[in-house]
């Protein structure tokens, strides 16, 4: 079975009040790999090249990630980013936040994304570093991007589990351009997960930390969000996370109508928002007093810094097949922790925490165990319908004398 984890680089704000830590997943993916092989992930050292537009983070264990901002990097923002020494590069979008107070995509906060992406890439080139004989790496080969993934096989407790952890990263700090986020297997990323048999078992998708206005509404704690669309995922996987949790006395809720496949609901969203996008240009252009102006061109920077990286962060096409959270269908489930509203109120972005972390490892392992329990009872009785089949027909060749005389 897989687990896969990934930070969506830049990818905070959605449409109608979405706001997350879209980094959750390769926190806890990494936090399994640090319990397998040991590194210093604190961030020892931040620099800036400022020819080339570029931030370099060192991990204390000699990771090195950069980032680059498409605008340019200040004197100041020099120096702020020298915030990020002695914090986490496992938890990057909490790097950056701490750093700049807050953070967006889609080219608004590219210096704070330029950092998030250093951070993570830090990340995972401190375990290729250190230990170069135990990971399978893959660059993203997706034009404009520059993310990286490993993949390496862990035991959970005498269960063979393979592991992804990925970066979704754009040149320039724009971001979020999330195409081989979850266990969606095309290109250099297919094939590293076909090396080590990620494409064709069950899957955990760890996904991000949010606030989702529809949800959260009524939580009084943070919860966790397990989906598998009824007609699309793995239910089997989900069962296994839900009972998790349930056993760990964790908060949880349940969701099998999330994630609806071949709607074009993002094809739909991206035209809408152009639309919305399109009007306040007509209204700005015949907009004559500085006030007017102001209020719509306000508008126009809250649907760009929010709304829109609910469209920028996924291809139309590769929506309709693995929706929000990349899962290909049939294979998994996704797991994500909501925070409540007095959280968001307060904090304005979600960032994980080493104690978010640490739950959802628990109910992970847990599910792991649950999950592998049920695949091998269902290689048991698959091998026991194909013995039954198997001496069956030999049975049917020694009365009759021929496999044609069986057909």
């Known amino acids: 079975m897989g687990i896969f984890g990934h930070a969506g680089v830049g990818h905070v704000h959605s449409h ?48 090195r990630g950069t ?55 830090a990340l995972i080139d401190t375990f290729e570093r250190n230990w170069p004989d135990k990971f399978l790496a893959a660059l993203e080969d997706i034009p404009g991007n520059m993310g990286r993934m490993i993949g390496a096989v862990l035991d959970f407790d005498g269960i063979p589990v393979s592991l992804l952890a990925i970066v979704n990263a754009t040149i320039g700090g724009l971001g979020p351009d999330e195409d081989l986020e979850g266990n969606v297997s095309l290109g250099a990323k297919g094939r590293l997960m076909n090396k080590i048999g990620l494409d064709a078992v069950p899957g955990i998708v760890v996904e991000s930390k949010p606030y989702v206005p529809g949800l959260c509404g009524d939580i009084l704690e943070s919860t966790f969000l397990i989906r598998a669309n009824a007609n699309a995922d793995n239910s089997t996987v989900a069962a296994c996370l839900a009972e998790a949790a349930s056993e760990q006395n964790l908060p949880y809720m349940v969701s099998d109508s999330a994630f609806p496949r071949g709607h074009n609901e993002l094809a739909l969203a991206t035209s809408n928002l152009g639309k919305k996008i399109a009007d306040l240009g007509m209204q700005l252009s015949s907009a004559a007093t500085s006030r007017r102006k102001v ?22 096409s590769l929506h309709n097949v693995v929706a929000g959270a990349g899962a290909m269908p049939g294979t998994a489930a996704v797991i994500s922790l909501l925070v409540t509203k007095s959280y968001i109120e307060k904090w304005k972005i979600p960032i994980v925490t080493p104690e978010d972390v640490n739950r959802y490892s628990v109910i992970i392992e847990s599910a792991v165990i649950k999950l592998a329990a049920r695949i091998s009872v269902a290689q048991s009785e698959l091998k026991t319908k194909s013995n039954f089949h198997d001496h069956t027909f030999a049975s049917l060749l020694d009365e009759q004398g021929s496999p044609a005389a069986t057909h």
């Not at 209020?295 to 139309?316: C, H, R």
């Open 67 to 121: 980032g680059s901002a498409r605008r340019g990097i200040t004197p100041f923002e020099a120096e702020l980013v020298q915030r990020a020494v002695g914090l986490d590069a496992q938890y990057s979008q909490a790097v950056a936040f701490t750093t700049f107070g807050r953070i967006y995509g889609q080219g608004v906060m590219e210096t704070a994304v330029a950092l998030q992406a250093a951070a993570a890439l």
């Open 16 to 63: 109608l009040g979405f706001v997350q830590d879209d980094s959750a997943g390769l926190a806890v993916v990494t936090s399994f790999l640090k319990k397998a092989f040991p590194v210093n992930t604190v961030i020892e050292r931040v620099t800036v090249d400022h020819p080339t537009n570029t931030i370099t983070v060192v991990t204390a264990s000699g990771g």
């Open 295 to 316: 209020e719509l061109v306000g508008k126009l920077a809250e649907i760009i810094s929010q709304d829109a990286g609910g469209v920028t962060f996924m291809s139309d």
